[in-house]
């Protein structure tokens, strides 16, 4: 029955793929492998369509491949069953977190995870920004790949938003603006 | 911080997440500002310290970090039933919009409109993550700005950037260097 599959896969990848959604992708691979609802060439678009709509990438991955094999009530099986093992985990680590949140030790165990999670953002940030924008790799020369309109649109937005007039702004502020901007002069 | 005197609704709760999951774009790390504007400024749910605890363990528990983080501020403020709402309201936009794509509009990446618009979109989002940095550093002037903090944040960012290692390393090699040597604050405000 195509919806226990669909549960016991993606509660196997919720359960598996640690550390974000992009982690889900290999797995989705396997699925593609194993099954005829999903195939690699399909598996391409999906991924293409996470990346280009709002919400968390893996959860969009895994909507997507669920609605493939069985429509809307799949994409909500595949959603929830992926969550499913994170929730539970992360239920019973808050009560444990609550519970020994004036523990020493743990103090001290997040006294240095925190600005470790920070240097973890900053290079999730670096990412972003080079794939954006300066689309430095090891194979091209020196910037020799840099979108000079990408470069323009980087730097107003980072001084705008670093005014203190605008410093309040939601982020949806420049989301929108970066996207006007994105299809009127072709990025 | 000031103590609430009143639960947090639900229906808030299902609803500031429905807006994180709506504006996230991409993975990981982009819903950051988000959640700092919606969890921190709008409803004081939490605070920053306490966002990079919960991503620091998102990094290396299972799921997507979107979903933990919004299972931790669910569960911190109404329990298991504030849990599910937040993880619900999280991935609601993602089931809607996914469904409609997938049942209208099969070719919807390959629109060059949108191709554009994400292009754009992906360079906004590179600024609002290094902003939130600054922030995360500024506000945690007290915890961040010694020496210590400092050259742990650099590493973490060199050895993911340039050494390829995976962050759950990072995460774990914290903990562990944190567990030896790292300090009880006095005050966690």
């Known amino acids: 029955m195509i919806f226990l599959t669909l549960f016991i896969e993606f509660f196997k990848i919720g359960l598996f ?41 893996g959860i969009n991955c895994a909507t997507y491949a669920g609605y493939n094999a069985a429509g809307v009530p799949g994409a909500i099986a595949a959603t929830l069953s992926l969550v499913l093992p994170s929730f539970i985990i992360i239920v019973i680590i808050s009560k444990f977190l609550s519970k020994y949140n004036e523990n020493t030790l743990v103090q001290r165990t997040f006294s240095v995870l925190r600005p470790a999670a920070t240097g973890l953002i900053a290079a999730s940030g670096w990412t972003v920004v080079n794939d954006a924008v300066f689309k430095l790799s090891s194979k091209t020369a020196l910037f020799a790949s840099t979108d000079i309109k990408a470069v323009i649109l980087f730097a107003v937005l980072l001084i705008f938003t670093n005014i203190k007039k605008f410093k309040k702004l939601h982020p949806l502020v420049s989301i929108g603006i970066a996207a006007a901007v994105g299809i009127t002069f072709k990025f | 911080m000031e103590k609430k005197t009143n639960k ?21 790390y982009a819903m950051l ?32 970090i979107a979903v933990n983080t919004a299972t931790f501020i669910g569960m911190t403020e109404r329990g298991l039933l504030g849990a599910a709402m937040t993880t619900l309201g999280v991935v609601t936009p993602s089931l809607v919009i996914i469904s409609i794509i997938a049942t209208l509009l099969s070719n919807f990446a390959h629109i060059a409109a949108v191709q554009h618009a994400f292009a754009g979109i992906r360079v906004a989002i590179g ?43 990072v995460v774990i090699a914290a903990a562990v260097v944190g567990l030896a040597f790292g300090k009880k604050e006095e005050d966690n405000k």
């Open chain 2, 33 to 64: 500002p988000m959640l700092e504007r919606e969890c921190v400024d709008r409803y004081g749910w939490t605070t920053r310290d306490e966002l990079l605890n919960y991503f620091a363990i998102g990094q290396c528990t299972p799921g997507v």
């Open chain 2, 8 to 28: 947090t609704s639900l229906l808030n709760l299902y609803l500031a997440f429905a807006r994180i999951g709506l504006f996230t774009f991409g993975g990981g």
């Open chain 1, 17 to 57: 793929a640690i550390g974000g959604g992009l982690a889900t992708i290999p797995f989705l691979y396997e699925l593609a492998a194993k099954y005829d609802w999903l195939t690699p060439s399909q598996l391409a678009d999906i991924i293409a369509v996470a990346e280009s709509t709002p919400g968390p990438i």
């Open chain 2, 127 to 169: 600024v609002l993550i290094i902003n939130a940095v600054i922030k995360l550093i500024k506000q945690n002037k007290k915890n961040m700005l010694n020496a210590i903090s400092i050259a742990i944040c650099v590493l973490s960012f060199l050895t993911v950037v340039f050494f390829d290692l995976s962050p759950v390393f």
